[in-house]
């Protein structure tokens, strides 16, 4: 075997790891590794900012279902990259973030940039970890890999002393490989009673969260709501786990991202089965309402996840494929395909006259009206990226998604400036992919400076920035207090000219007023995206004060722009 630089061992189960793509920033701290990256076949994309880093290592994770990499000096670098990390955590997303670290012997002397970055970080990570010895660097960063992937997917941190770094170990390429990761399966006798228990419920549902995406399971959810004919809801983390112009779609519950239809099918079911999704709050709103008259079958990878909100009637332990796979065996064991029934013509019914309107001509423009240009002129392979605040919200209700990994959304931590970084790692992963971030004002700025990172790397994306003006949901939250202060964004002409900041970072950008203008600018921002290899932004100015649907539970939204005519639903029970 061969003694080599332990950096270069590292690099080496990077590569075996699939990794293509590390976001970073050099420093004095982490030379030794990047000595060793220099001569690799992993592409380095220098970023402006260590939180951006994580964001574009996030993105890539989330749409390669690989482990992301960022990479930071030491210090600030490492407190930079916390954010990054406790949005991984929150959404189950496998990532590794690598600083460097002064030298061992200097820790205890408050050298510079020498921050305890490993118990900084331990609340934020599934595993946080300073290497002490050359010869652990291979081992270390493989049980990295395997920690990130395994169970409930999740962030880890690895800390480098630069003397360690530049240590040697004996490593042979060819004698090494990725370490197994556990798939858990169910039990076969709580697979038999989950089926007992779908089958005897008049109004089932399947509640399908971000954990059938992540444990590529779209597919078995799909054959199985089939086969038993039963209508399947997503969570916000969940969208694109089942085609939304499928018929048994049966939308969105929730208290912010909510379809109407989607409501009020869940208030009528009896029955949740619901896979690889927490129960967020902003999903359930009020439990007593959300809960009652239902019986709840919780499906988790994650053992402590049963429970955590409320108990439910039957929880299974096990990762979402095979236990999906499981149950559409034992289904089959037990029926034929089932044929559409009463409750499946109801969901229809309701969703054929429960929407909204998203076809208002107002000037200044209405939110909804953007996503319905959104999704009329973009394919169903594009992949949407947003962050968080009222766009997210009015995202969540209007736009449409029909595959995996297409739709990403910072959905627990909710870090302002994410989607710009994020949308970044999604293109570098699948550069032959449409990639569209949707973003607030606000959110854009907390980041812009990666807008450079893409410029500099000719990283073409479309950004549909939809402009308010206002910390719009805090705006929105303050009006049971009465109040409307400190979110006030507007100054002078306009505020900030969002088209001359992308056109000093050297990228093209046009304003939008009118709702008629919105298909052609959107047409032109993907064809320039694609022409000059670069970021392209359509700033739409939006009404300033307009408001989103919600309330503190699935029966109590509060809805705040003109609806439908009324459509007569056509069932019986």
């Given at each position: 075997m061969n003694r080599i630089p332990c950096m270069e061992a590292v690099v080496a189960v990077l590569e075996s790891e699939g990794v293509d793509t590390v976001f970073g920033i050099p420093?004095?701290?982490?030379?030794?590794?990047?000595?060793?990256?220099?001569?690799?076949?992993?592409?380095?994309?220098t970023v402006r900012h260590e939180e951006g880093g994580t964001h574009a290592?996030?993105?890539?994770?989330?749409?390669?279902g690989n482990v992301g990499v960022c990479i930071g000096t030491s210090g600030p670098a490492g407190t930079n990259m916390i954010t990054g990390l406790y949005t991984a955590l929150a959404d189950s997303i496998p990532m590794i973030c690598i600083t460097g670290q002064a030298q061992t012997s200097k820790l205890h002397q408050e050298a510079f940039q020498a921050v305890?970055?490993?118990?900084?970080?331990?609340?934020?990570?599934?595993?946080?970890?300073?290497?002490?010895?050359?010869?652990?660097?291979?081992?270390?960063?493989?049980?990295?890999?395997?920690?990130?992937?395994?169970?409930?997917?999740?962030?880890?941190?690895?800390?480098?002393?630069i003397d360690v770094q530049r240590g040697t170990c004996l490593y042979d390429r060819d004698l090494d490989a990725p370490l197994p990761v556990e798939v858990p399966r169910?039990?076969?006798?709580?697979?038999?009673?989950?089926?007992?228990?779908?089958?005897?419920?008049?109004?089932?549902?399947?509640?399908?969260?971000?954990?059938?995406?992540?444990?590529?399971?779209?597919e078995e959810l799909r054959a199985l709501a089939e086969h038993l004919q039963v209508p399947v809801q997503v969570t916000l983390m969940g969208k694109g786990a089942f085609p939304e112009d499928h018929p048994l779609f049966a939308g969105m519950a929730g208290i912010q991202t909510q379809t109407r239809w989607g409501n009020a099918a869940f208030?009528?079911?009896d029955l949740v089965?619901?896979?690889?999704?927490?129960?967020?709050?902003?999903?359930?709103?009020?439990?007593?309402?959300?809960?009652?008259?239902?019986?709840?079958?919780?499906?988790?990878?994650?053992?402590?996840?049963?429970g955590r909100v409320f108990e439910p009637d039957l929880g299974i332990v096990g990762h979402a494929r095979?236990?999906?796979?499981?149950?559409?065996?034992?289904?089959?064991?037990?029926?034929?395909?089932?044929?559409?029934?009463?409750?499946?013509?109801?969901?229809?019914?309701?969703?054929?006259?429960?929407?909204?309107?998203?076809?208002?001509?107002?000037?200044?423009?209405?939110?909804?009206?953007?996503?319905?240009?959104?999704?009329?002129?973009?394919?169903?392979?594009?992949?949407?990226?947003?962050?968080?605040?009222?766009?997210?919200?009015?995202?969540?209700?209007?736009q449409t998604t029909y595959l995996p990994r297409r739709y990403l959304v910072c959905g627990q931590a909710g870090p302002l400036g994410w989607e710009i970084p994020a949308a970044m790692g999604v293109k570098c992963a699948h550069p032959e992919r449409q990639v569209v971030a949707v973003v607030g004002d606000y959110s854009f700025q907390f980041l812009m400076?990666?807008?450079?990172?893409?410029?500099?790397?000719?990283?073409?994306?479309?950004?549909?920035?939809?402009?308010?003006?206002?910390?719009?949901?805090?705006?929105?939250?303050?009006?049971?207090?009465?109040?409307?202060?400190?979110?006030?964004?507007?100054?002078?002409?306009?505020?900030?000219?969002?088209?001359?900041?992308?056109?000093?970072?050297?990228?093209?950008a046009r304003r939008v007023e009118v709702p008629g203008d919105l298909r052609d600018a959107l047409a032109w921002a993907s064809a320039e995206a694609a022409r000059e290899r670069l970021p392209v932004l359509v700033e739409v100015m939006v009404e300033r004060e307009a408001n989103a649907a919600m309330g503190p539970s699935l029966e109590a939204i509060k809805e705040f722009e003109p609806l439908p005519e009324l459509i007569t639903a056509d069932w019986s029970d």
């Open positions: 420093g004095a701290a982490i030379l030794p590794l990047y000595a060793a990256l220099q001569h690799s076949s992993i592409r380095h994309i290592a996030d993105g890539w994770a989330r749409v390669t305890d970055i490993v118990e900084i970080a331990r609340p934020v990570t599934k595993w946080a970890v300073q290497l002490k010895e050359p010869a652990q660097a291979p081992w270390v960063f493989r049980e990295a890999f395997r920690i990130a992937r395994s169970g409930r997917p999740g962030p880890v941190l690895i800390d480098l002393p169910p039990l076969p006798r709580a697979v038999r009673a989950a089926v007992d228990m779908v089958s005897a419920a008049r109004r089932p549902i399947i509640l399908a969260g971000g954990g059938v995406i992540i444990g590529d399971a779209t208030m009528e079911s089965l619901a896979v690889g999704a927490r129960f967020g709050d902003r999903h359930t709103g009020d439990l007593d309402v959300y809960r009652r008259g239902r019986t709840f079958i919780h499906v988790d990878i994650e053992p402590t996840q049963l095979p236990v999906l796979a499981e149950l559409l065996d034992e289904a089959r064991r037990r029926t034929d395909r089932r044929a559409p029934g009463t409750w499946v013509r109801k969901v229809a019914d309701l969703r054929r006259t429960m929407g909204r309107r998203d076809d208002f001509e107002d000037v200044p423009i209405k939110p909804p009206r953007v996503f319905k240009e959104i999704n009329e002129f973009f394919d169903r392979d594009t992949t949407f990226v947003t962050a968080i605040g009222l766009y997210q919200i009015w995202s969540g209700q209007f400076e990666e807008i450079a990172v893409a410029a500099q790397y000719r990283i073409p994306f479309v950004i549909v920035m939809i402009n308010n003006e206002y910390l719009g949901l805090i705006r929105q939250a303050e009006i049971p207090y009465g109040m409307n202060y400190a979110v006030d964004l507007h100054y002078g002409e306009g505020g900030i000219d969002h088209v001359k900041a992308m056109e000093a970072f050297g990228c093209p």
